[in-house]
Nanobody
Framework: QVQLVESGGGLVQPGGSLRLSCAASGMIFTIADMGWYRQAPGKQRELVATITGRGDTNYADSVKGRFTISRDNARKTVYLQMNSLKPEDTAVYYC???????WGQGTQVTVSS
């Protein structure tokens, strides 16, 4: 069965960086469109970034220029490099694939001094 496992979350100071990873299994990763969402306490889940199977990317306005989504098809992994983090980036970050609509369990990112 399809599994998406996120890792890399944690506590970081404002202005710092983190790299999230999402390891996929049970699917043909090379053709899968992938994405990262986040959900802050009391807020709706929002789309952060997407990457197609061809490598085309798209970002929410709030993270453009700070976050970078990428993929390694050999490792079946999608990454989210997050730089210049702000307190408002604090959320649980989820990995998703539209190849059958599967989600990971989420990883907590907290930006605080």
């Amino acid at each position: 069965q399809v599994q998406l496992v996120e890792s890399g979350g944690g506590l970081v100071q404002p202005g710092g960086s983190l790299r999230l990873s999402c390891a996929a299994s049970g699917m043909i990763f090379t053709i899968a469109d992938m994405g990262w969402y986040r959900q802050a306490p009391g807020k709706q889940r929002e789309l952060v970034a997407t990457i197609t199977g061809r490598g085309d990317t798209n970002y929410a306005d709030s993270v453009k220029g700070r976050f970078t989504i990428s993929r390694d098809n050999a490792r079946k992994t999608v990454y989210l490099q997050m730089n210049s983090l702000k307190p408002e980036d604090t959320a649980v970050y989820y990995c998703r694939t539209w190849l059958g609509n599967y989600w990971g369990q989420g990883t907590q990112v907290t930006v605080s001094s």
